[in-house]
């Protein structure tokens, strides 16, 4: 059986929903297809803290501010033709978003937040708060102006005409394989990160010990399916994920928080032979990103007691009480020496690692290191006992890199040119987010490109 639409949608996450909407509201018949068995689904967008923002920026601010936040970010990885396009249109998407029934308060950084906001835990809690109410608003919405949601259904392939237009998409729904017709298609079911042999192919061999920090709904189907259709993909090397403790494998209290990207940052990350590997002024996403590499997969982070005082407690789920309290491994003692026997260090390593930081510190010559110190998080000296030392491995919440799309969101081949019908938006997309420093802009304001496709395909209709 043959069923015919305008627009299918592959994935009911935020971007997913903007898109299908959009459309629906601008007259096209649509289909919004989610895996997910019911209207209680894991994605990535429902357990997110649902907090828009572009690179920590109001989206309300003026356009050339975001643009400028955005290009630091990104630093030469910048696709200005994207980010252009969300500087200029996020602001738009939060009335249009009010306008559907989605509520808002302002968090003390000016950002928007989903009501009601979720509460200040290290526990993953979602239902009922802002993300999971937003999703079933958008759904609700969806089906007042006649478009359809329907669970339990995973598009595996796409079909183009002989023109090499999109004609239509293979869906399957209780074992059983359906195709349906439509000019239309948006890809919007997120990244590869529950993949592990995606994962392992492009990002790092060592995927067995990347701990999930995500919804496990991010298979790449729509990447994979995009990629037989000639698209052109970005930055697949790279993720948004953070530095977790290694007993995050074994508790549920130390994920998805709390993050300890803080401390590495103020202090330093060594390997297990007592070796400083990473440049840990570039933020804690580029560490999980050079965590994940590493031959061993992990790492240790070793600070002082100022630092544990100050930059540990830093953040608004800090690592400082609640990595004790929730039973986290922590190695401390009076010496750094004594501290690298504890922790099972090479202490002769260690203490020399230790001492040329800190020299290189006090005299304001961290470029000399190697690898290089960068100052845009300040450095602290490790001198103020008791010293600590925290296994970390790298959580990762969804991958950076994916679909290249033009500013209309439309999918790019290898050559450039449009895929003529084909779409993407939302964490399945690339060129925003990555790069050799991890810039990160957000991951929730990328359903701008929802907006873009929906409107896109009406135009093109």
Sequence with gaps: MNIQADLVCVGAGIAGLVAGLRAAELGLKVIVFEKGEDSSYPCNSRFSFGVLHAAHRDLKLPIKELELAMHQSMGEFSNHELISTVAA????????????????????????????????????????????????????????????????????????????????????????????????????????????????????????????????????????????????????????????????????????????????????????????????????????????????????????????????????????????????????????EKLAIKSGLPPFALVNTVNNYNEAVKSGLCEKLEPMRSTSIRPSQISHPPFFAIPVCAGITNTSGGISIDSNARVLSKNGVPIPGLYAAGATIGGLDGGVNSGYIGGLVKAVFGLKAAENASFSK
């Design 89 to 336: 249109n996020s602001g738009r998407m939060i009335e249009w978003l009010q306008r559907h029934g989605v509520k808002f308060i302002r968090n003390p950084a000016r950002q928007w937040v989903f009501a009601p906001a979720k509460p200040l835990t290290s526990k993953l809690l979602w239902k009922g708060m802002g993300p999971d109410y937003v999703l079933r608003t958008l759904g609700l919405q969806l089906k007042h102006f006649g478009g359809e949601l329907i669970y339990g259904t995973r598009v595996i392939k796409l079909f183009h005409s002989d023109d090499g237009a999109c004609s239509g998409v293979e869906v399957v729904s209780n074992n059983q394989a359906m195709r349906i017709d439509t000019k239309f298609v948006v890809i919007a079911d997120g990244g590869f990160q529950a993949n592990s042999n995606l994962v392992g192919k492009y990002i790092t061999s060592r995927h067995d010990l990347l701990f999930p920090r995500h919804a496990g709904s991010g298979l790449g189907d729509g990447i994979e399916m995009a990629l037989t259709s000639g698209a052109h993909m970005v930055g697949l090397n790279s993720f948004y994920g953070h530095l977790l403790s290694v007993d995050a494998f074994k508790s549920k209290e130390l994920w998805p928080y709390p993050q300890i990207d803080s401390i590495a940052s103020s202090g330093i990350l060594v390997d297990f032979k007592g070796n400083r590997r990473l440049d840990e002024g570039k933020g804690g996403i580029y560490l999980a990103n050079g965590v994940a590499r590493l031959e061993m997969g992990t790492a240790m982070v070793i600070c002082d007691n100022l630092i544990w005082e100050n930059a540990g407690k830093q953040h608004q789920i800090p690592p400082n009480p609640l990595l004790e309290l929730h039973g986290a491994t922590m190695y401390r003692d009076e010496t750094i």
